[in-house]
């Protein structure tokens, strides 16, 4: 057989009807569809579900019953309202999203300035400005809290962690930063580590930083908010 091959758009199903399926050869059917818009009948094929070369796929879902969303920011004094603002905003729908896909979650608010503390909802949202920086902080406060048999541990949690900054931190702590996801934050441990840059000023900065140590890294994901 030859056949010839036509893609048709049409608006809805409702636009599609396939009014007669004859025999095939084994592998598929013959169906002809009435479509609107064309005077004749378009041929189609319908691929047989037994068939091993043209199977169609089963969509199944097995949502996992945990997931931790750890969503850390810097709280130092170069975060201004604005930025918060943007922080707070992404978080949101971040958290509403991941959400959608498992049947608990529970969510984490890591903030820090020169330090790293675990904090309420409302506070991470809400809380501004502090000291220094120190990103590396929320790294090492995140990573007790996920060890293995701790409180959340990744043999039993579906791990997504995401930090948000403006880029700036103190001295070689970049690095310290990075060393940390490439050592403790592996695939087999956090499914996804995210990174935003939030308006950031020149080009040393934390996300640069992860872009050149971490670009083979398979479940880190990096991203900016520009001016």
């Not at 201004?80 to 498992?102: G, R």
Request: a neutral charge; proline letters at 2%.
């Amino acid at each position: 057989w030859s056949y010839s091959c036509i893609f048709v758009v049409v608006d809805s199903l409702a636009d599609l009807s396939v009014y007669f399926v004859g025999s095939g050869n084994g592998f598929c059917t013959i169906g002809f569809c009435v479509v609107v818009g064309f005077d004749v009948d378009v041929p189609v094929l319908l691929p047989n579900n037994d068939d091993r070369r043209y199977r169609q796929w089963n969509i199944v879902r097995k949502p996992s019953s945990n997931a931790a969303i750890f969503f850390m920011r810097d709280g130092s004094g170069s975060m201004d309202n604005t930025k918060c603002d943007i922080v707070s905003d992404i978080a949101y729908w971040l958290d509403l999203f991941i959400a959608s896909y498992y049947k608990k979650t529970e969510s984490v608010y890591i903030w820090h300035d020169e330090k790293a503390k675990e904090v309420s909802k409302d506070k991470f949202y809400k809380d501004r400005m502090g000291g220094g920086t120190m990103c590396s902080s929320a790294l090492n406060l995140m990573k007790k809290l996920i060890r293995k048999g701790g409180r959340f541990d990744p043999s039993k949690w579906n791990i997504y962690a995401f930090y948000f900054g403006d880029g700036e931190n103190w001295g070689d702590d970049n690095k310290k930063f990075t060393d940390i996801i490439k050592q403790h934050f592996t695939p087999e441990v956090v499914n996804l580590f995210g990174s935003v840059q939030v308006l950031a000023y020149g080009s040393d900065t934390l996300k640069a930083q992860i872009d050149k140590d971490l670009k083979d890294a398979k479940n880190v994901r990096s991203t900016e908010v520009k001016r």
